[in-house]
């Protein structure tokens, strides 16, 4: 087969890993990001061409401007596959592919990916538990949800990833004062019961609608607790064997097959109710987790997302075998927070159980693997402690998320 060309989207700065296994992979590999991220340590090497848009949003005016530019640049350039690498992005892939007939997600399915009302509204279609939601569209209906589930609720971006833009309010007053707060934006939020609960996150790769590959881990402190209560980012690997990692696998499987995800990565997060026990499904995405959850994923399995997910898209376009490599369990837990200094001295950290350090400004982070997830239990807990007496800082919620 002749040399195959890749756009990969991104307006965020993620993905080198994935760029490099594509180019390795024998393709043309071009990259569609925002203008201000120009100067960013992009893997160069392995980009045959840059191609920039003036905003990272979604707006009808850069989505058409995006359009009119690849319609110019397609006129002596061929595009045989579409990847977005970011989750802002997924919308501005499946709308290329559709555009140009492009082999790939398409808007529709894509929405189940972006939008956290669509993706509700599939999984309960398809019985898959959800906490008690509503759309912002009707009054009554609101009026009617808010009376007949119980407070705290929260009020969700339907597009936007992470725990960014989301409102936590506690009576039907507070809500309808938080809903009229939104204006004529208010029909891109939705709300949704909220229950106390474990939350678990199941990072995957998927082939022709089949999960080659899944780990499953628990999150010590929420991506919500973080971003709302300034607190410091946890997460591990579940125990291998346990009931747990198979209930969870078990449902996401379901929820893959339901949003009808053929062959991607993906990050999927669940949380299991204090209430009454049960799992619940809580969002997805057809990209890598964010947050160096990829780089958790390789120490305990030795399976890099990023890579991974490139040779596989390689793969399934030239109509050859993928290979998934051997995946090893170790236990492995991850550990970040803003930090005071621009950039934190970390060398008094020796365990040998480290496994990765986080080298970003104002941030402090590691990655620690052991044998026994009891060791590495204990070592994210004395490292948050330490974390706080001499790094810690914190940082409003943003209104976008910054990874």
């Excluded at 802002?88 to 140009?100: C, I, M, Y």
């Excluded at 208010?186 to 082939?207: A, T």
């Excluded at 159980?353 to 990655?367: D, L, P, Q, T």
């Amino acid at each position: 087969m002749s040399q195959l060309s890749f756009l990969c989207i991104s307006t965020y700065f993620k993905g080198e890993a994935f760029l490099k296994a594509c180019k390795e992979a024998g393709n043309t590999v071009y990259l569609l990001t925002y203008e201000k991220l120009a100067d960013q340590p992009w893997p160069r090497e392995a980009v045959d061409e840059f191609f920039y848009l003036p905003s990272q949003d979604n707006s009808t005016q850069n989505l058409d401007n995006m359009i009119k530019g690849l319609a110019h640049t397609m006129r002596s350039r061929k595009i045989d596959r579409v990847v977005a690498l970011d989750d802002f992005d997924v919308e501005k892939a499946a709308l290329v592919r559709e555009t140009f007939r492009i082999p790939g997600m398409g808007q529709t399915t894509a929405r189940f990916f972006r939008d956290k009302l669509a993706m509700r509204m599939r999984a309960a279609a398809d019985g898959i538990r959800v906490p008690a939601f509503s759309s912002l569209f009707h009054d009554e209906s609101i009026t009617e949800f808010l009376r007949s589930t119980e407070a705290p609720w929260l009020i969700k971006p339907r597009s936007e990833a992470s725990a960014t833009g989301i409102k936590k309010v506690h009576s039907l007053d507070e809500a309808w004062q938080v809903i009229h707060s939104l204006g004529d934006n208010r029909h891109q939020f939705l709300i949704e019961q909220f229950k106390p609960g474990r939350v678990f996150h199941v990072d995957s790769l998927s082939q022709d609608g089949q999960i080659l590959f899944s780990r499953a881990s628990q999150y010590l402190a929420t991506p919500m607790d973080v971003a709302h209560g300034g607190g410091v980012f946890q997460t591990a690997v579940l125990p291998f064997d346990s009931d747990e990692v198979q209930s969870l696998c078990q449902l996401n499987e379901a929820v893959l097959k339901a949003f009808r995800m053929q062959s991607s990565a993906s990050h999927s997060e669940y949380i299991r109710g204090d209430h009454d026990g049960e799992y619940y499904f809580l969002e997805t995405s057809s990209r890598v987790g964010g947050a160096n959850i990829a780089e958790l994923v390789e120490v305990s399995s030795g399976v890099n997302l990023w890579r991974e997910w490139a040779k596989l898209e390689s793969a399934i376009v030239r109509n050859e075998p993928y290979q998934l490599p051997e995946v090893q369990n170790h236990y492995a837990g991850l550990i970040i927070s803003l930090a005071r200094q621009q950039w934190p001295n970390t060398d008094g950290f020796t365990d040998e159980e480290i496994a990765w350090r986080m080298s970003k400004e104002y941030h402090v982070g590691f990655i620690v693997k052991a044998p026994e997830r009891e060791r590495v239990l204990q070592l994210l807990d004395a490292y948050m402690n330490r974390i706080y007496q001499e790094y810690h800082a914190s940082a409003p919620v943003p209104d976008r998320p910054t990874n």
